[in-house]
């Protein structure tokens, strides 16, 4: 991959700046919220809570790709907007996956950062019209992408101008049927040692089991990445998508007093 | 999977007629042509032949979804109106790939069947928006998609309204390395035995070795496929992409051939 | 792979002659059999069925790996016992796998062909052990085994002195849950291509649904493989072990018509 | 996975004891040493080393399941008797592979602990010969196997007799080629939190890159293993296999400073 915007080069590691946060700095970001945008009552609770604990960004999905179509499909706009009134309402900047080339220009006015969801990687139009985009870009690995082709997916955004590129890691699929997904932590070692990309991890997808969220979650800081999205819910066995996957604001708390230690002593 | 509009019911299997040309009927159809449209004298040269030889379907591809943004693109519409020009003057329906929702619209004023490409099998908003057109769609399995995935792919169109389609086996992602992929017949059976869908297999992606071709060809039409998208060129080794899985117009001829011995003496 | 035994060189493709069968030659063969051998009194019926509708060897399990310590582990050498007694009886050869070098002598008396199973293809000191007898071996393929670690575990046992090696496709491991296995004819088409080794496929274990065997049977042979593996039984829901992919006397008898008339219009 | 030996009871997690080292206790072990036993002069060397930074158990290869047989195959018992006596002179016990059932007896003269390779998981003849020993077994997962598989291993040598058995997750087989296996942290996270085995990890093979070794062993002990095995050599890219994923013993050194500053704060 010689001669690539996404490799390590003379210059610094993109840091990307995001309000107050800092994306692939010295400390590992938290981003969490519900899987799905559900109304402005449970979305500006849970908001409120992750605020206190100390969560960086707020998550909340409106354009949910469903492996059925009978399936909730999210708010779509109407999710937005509210996930954007409550990240404001709590000082929060906000991300949201985005999935088709015609919902981006409307999407800036609510999102902070745009996701691209793992069915999407390999959606090239979506990636080049992100490139002309200035807003930064969570780009997830696709479920059965290569390395090479995750950052070749990169590359797509930022050769189209915009370089605030942050790489998800969230699961690959493979044979093994306990855990929803295989957690590819080595990727993230050799991301962060060859590439100049700020990574994030994603526990919820990467195991599909919220008893394995916290310590995966740590297992991941120490794999060396930039961060954390995290899916959580004030009520996360009602949650309307993903709930076996969701944890508590309690557990995401205790992730980051976790997180807290090992940077501490550690870095 | 029940009670969804893939599943075989006490209706007849879905024959889709494109021209004169019926697909899931008792022949199997053969699509042929180049992996990219290059210009109009290599593209006519190369429908000529296949018309002569008993192709059924013309395929070309304009908009190309390559690993790399640094590689050839495709044509865009320009290649579209190539296709098309050429089609009609050989008198040939004409397939391509359209990858982005913003361009089916006017696609529509070239293509005859519309491709869906495995990378963009998840792509939900491309999906929705092809349910809302009558043109038949060749839906792609996604590299790793499960079977199970792949219908309810088909079900986002079919729910929307546009129940022509056409299923594409191509080869899953594993870890073998000797060929590109795993061409996974199995799951030819699978559809035919369970769902009305018809369903063509592309040797060419699901090999990656023209010498695997014509052997693999025979063998999906045993599986009981519908037919076939087999990647060809006057000049194979100067196809400006995939060439290493490009055959010869004459190695499609042999394939032809075969077919009809196979379906003579044993249907 | 340069210089190796396994490879396509100046003189013929192995042919393995067991009794009156050959196999790798110019008539596929059909192996067909219980997943275990249960008794004497079941295994003679099913032999003689199968010898009557033209099967040409006779299958049997006698050691059988099974994921669980407290399944069916198999008759051991009392299995053999009677599937050699039968198979004499009948006068068909007779298959059956061994998993331990101290059973491979005493296994000798009992057995015209041994099987080294998918959970034994990297048991590089059993394949040694099978380098040094004489009787022919089919090498299944291990279940995530590449085709090149395939044929370095048919070297082991070629380069002990043993070139009596039939290699046998009967799925490898993926993510497809639909299917027990994902059956790789690919791998087929490469071997007959490249190497000189004859090739049978195991449809049962390669689908692992007893309605896919007859139609990925045919799929087989039309990929060049050079004979089957079926497994048989005279009440497949009765079997002890594999029931689900286990199909009747009658099915075995339809896809023996079925290659008949491949063979007889088409080679 | 009711009622199995493997599965979490009321009794304690098994810690099992070899000399004066605890596995499965409160404090992580490191096993190294070269992917081959060479001979007396460099094992020795690489043993005193080892010793001296503090690790707790001396690794050596003498059975070498190679997947070419015209590869390296290991010293076989002269190289366990060298371990074994380079093992007696630094005081540390010896780990080394057994790949056949009729090498286990002698190989207890020499061995403290046994491993079952990758390879030989499945091998259930081998796991059943185990399971009437005392020494510890460590069960390396194969390459392809699920989590259910591995534990329905273990279940093969623990029914018999032998309750000594230590897990190794070592990186399974995907599609993803740029580590050599993607290690699964998910599956040392699911054993610790569901079942009593102790669990060890191998991050040589799990990247197959020494420069990820460092990095994974950190993040593997923080995913809650009980310990790590590690390919290390005096001269790493001298050894005579496995050289690419070899460290050097200052790496392993700096390794055991980092695993300690972790457990001292964190645990």
């Known amino acids: ?9 003379s210059g610094e590691n993109i840091k990307i700046k995001v309000g107050n946060v800092v994306i692939g700095g010295d400390k590992p970001v938290v981003i969490s919220g519900p899987c799905s945008v559900e109304n402005y009552d449970t979305m500006i609770e849970i908001a409120k809570q992750l605020k206190k604990i100390g969560v960086d960004i707020l998550r909340g999905g409106a354009f949910k790709p469903r ?7 999210g708010l779509g706009f109407e999710g937005l907007e509210i996930l954007s009134k409550v990240g404001k309402e709590v000082d929060m900047p906000v991300v949201s996956e985005i999935m088709d080339t015609k ?5 800036l006015e609510y999102l902070d950062i745009i996701q691209v ?12 019209e992100l490139g002309k985009v200035k807003v930064p870009i969570v780009l997830k690995r696709g479920m059965s992408a290569t390395i090479s082709e995750w950052l070749y997916a990169a590359e797509y955004i930022m050769s189209c101008g915009n370089e605030n590129v942050i790489l998800c890691e969230r699961g690959i699929r493979t044979f093994e049927k306990y855990t929803r997904n295989t957690l590819d ?3 993230v070692a050799v991301i962060k040692q060859k590439y100049r990309l700020p990574i994030i991890v994603d526990p919820s997808h990467g195991t599909g089991l919220r008893e394995l969220v916290p310590i995966m979650s740590i297992s991941s800081i120490t794999a060396g990445c930039d961060g954390l999205i995290i899916e959580s819910h004030v009520y996360p066995d009602n949650a309307v998508s ?3 996957q969701t944890v508590s604001i309690k557990t995401v708390e205790s992730i980051i007093e976790n997180i807290k230690t090992y940077i501490k002593y550690l870095k």
Chains 1, 2, 3, 4 share one sequence.
């Not at 919902?103 to 999407?107: A, P, R, T």
Request: proline share 3%; with cysteine; net charge positive.
């Open 1 to 9: 991959m010689k001669n690539l915007l996404v490799e390590k080069c």
């Open 67 to 73: 492996t059925s179509p009978y399936d909730f499909q």
């Open 103 to 107: 919902d981006i220009e409307k999407s």
């Open 117 to 128: 969801g793992s069915r999407n990687m390999y959606n090239y139009s979506l990636l080049k």
């Open 185 to 187: 932590l080595n990727a």
């Open 242 to 244: 993903d709930a076996r």
